[in-house]
């Protein structure tokens, strides 16, 4: 029987071998730990968009949790700003409620603002901590024109008051009060009536 003798490489392919095995352990090595961490990381846009400079997240929400482990806070100057945002868009809302019932021929067009003022408010108690405070109603005119031009005065002014408190905040706060700044300026426009306008 002939005698089977094995296959034995070069000795410089046999150290080649070697070497590629060494690389391919140590590159093994490196990527695991980088695959995991990158397994337990979540893909969360709100994170890193910033709060009021503190680095936090979408709604001035701190990163790290709190010495207990607790949940993240919103910071205090955010929570104020937007609460008094809050309160000014309630009584927008509660003026275009008021303004309709006294004349009813402008509801249809109120309704895109009051809508819009809907919108606003459920957008600024996503923010933890944010609440209304009661405020006195706005005084609602005598005619409806005079009552039209009221309510766009009172966009343009509450437009004004959340361009400056936006200006005091960064990260999605700041885009936030920016927003309803835009969509108010916008209305006043929208809502001054044609006389005002010629005389403007």
Same mark, same amino acid.
């Given at each position: 029987?002939p #005698?089977?003798?094995?296959?034995q &490489?070069?000795?410089?392919r ?11 352990a140590?590159v093994?090595?490196? &990527? ?12 969360d846009?709100? %994170? ?11 709604n001035?929400? $701190?990163?790290?949790p709190?010495?207990t482990g #607790? ?6 100057a955010?929570? !104020? ?19 309709s019932?006294?004349?009813?021929? &402008?509801r ?18 996503? $923010? ?6 009661? !405020?006195?109603? &706005?005084?609602?005119? $005598? ?10 005065k009172? #966009?343009?002014?509450? !437009?004004?008051i ?12 700041a ?8 969509? #108010?300026?916008?209305?006043?426009i929208?809502?001054?009536? %044609? ?6």
């Amino acid at each position: 029987m002939p #005698e089977r003798r094995l296959l034995q &490489l070069p000795p410089s392919r046999r150290t080649l071998s070697r070497r590629a095995l060494t690389r391919a352990a140590v590159v093994t090595v490196a &990527l695991v730990p980088s695959a995991a961490a990158l397994a337990g990381c979540k893909d969360d846009p709100s %994170a890193g968009t910033g709060g009021s400079g503190n680095g936090g997240g979408a709604n001035g929400t $701190t990163t790290s949790p709190g010495p207990t482990g #607790e949940t993240p806070t919103v910071d205090p100057a955010v929570v !104020a700003a937007l609460s008094t945002a809050a309160t000014q868009v309630t009584q927008l809302s509660q003026l275009y409620a008021n303004v309709s019932r006294k004349f009813p021929a &402008l509801r249809a067009q109120l309704a895109a603002g009051a809508k819009y003022h809907v919108s606003h408010l459920a957008k600024l108690k996503e $923010t933890a901590g944010v609440t209304t405070k009661a !405020a006195a109603p &706005l005084a609602v005119a $005598t005619t409806s024109q005079a009552a039209l031009a009221a309510i766009a005065k009172q #966009e343009k002014a509450t !437009a004004a008051i959340h361009a400056t408190a936006a200006a005091k905040l960064s990260g999605a706060p700041a885009r936030l009060l920016a927003e309803l700044a835009a969509a #108010e300026t916008q209305l006043g426009i929208t809502l001054t009536p %044609a006389s005002k306008k010629a005389n403007a």
